[in-house]
């Protein structure tokens, strides 16, 4: 066990909710244990309080106010995985979650465009949340890319806080709807024409790799992108 491993603090949280907002996509609101804070666009690790479950930890994201008093995730579930997510959705109202430090180093730098695939748009949420407490939501910008068009989940709460600042890109299917293929160089190029903002990356590796590549052959500045490893 390493070092950072030891110092790692856990607390245990009863769930308060736990719900489906998507075919595959959890909500599950809990305790917030006793000082605990975070900053809009940081993570926990996150176990199951139940035999043989207890030391299986997976990093998720918070997407509440940090000045609520629960915590809240939002959680995409892969039962081909046999894994964390797909026994989440066998939890109910009083079972208990093990969070443990906070850690992540996306958070809102300023105005920007924000570039998501799938689960990784989860920083984003509170980040969104956080400025629209503020009033400063207007003027950032997400792309959100997912394989289909049921895949996107939240697009009211997205619509509704960024109006036509909310662009979605599908992969696997190609509709009247929305825009078909990958954020590439054309894509960006014919949704996004200020290079000199902050751009938020956060998705699989492989495009968040693709796309801060493409970000700066259109001119995005090394320090003006935001991702993960930041
Ligand atoms: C900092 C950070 C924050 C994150 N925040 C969020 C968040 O807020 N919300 C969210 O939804 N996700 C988030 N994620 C992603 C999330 O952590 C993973 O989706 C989650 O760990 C998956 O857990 P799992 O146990 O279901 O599956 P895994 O741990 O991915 O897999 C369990 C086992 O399944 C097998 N497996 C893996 N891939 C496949 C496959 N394609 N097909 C079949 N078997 C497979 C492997 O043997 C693996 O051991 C975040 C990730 C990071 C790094």
Redesign the pocket.
Known sequence: MNKKKEKMKSNTVKIKSIELINYN?LRIVTEKPNEYSFEPGQ?TEVSINQANWKD?K??????NLPTEDVLE??????P????????LTELGVGDELIVGDV??AIKFKGKGVFLAG???V??FIAIFKSLEEQNRIRNNTLIFANRTAKDIFLEDSFKNMLGGSFINILSEEDTEKYPHGHIDTNFLKSTVSDYSQYFYVCGPPKMIESVVEDLKKLGAKDDKIVT?ES
């Open positions: 996509v993570a299986e997976r990093p998720f994201t918070f997407t995730f939002t959680i995409k579930v892969y081909e995985h046999d894994g964390v997510t797909e026994k850690f992540g799938g689960s990784g989860t920083p993960e």
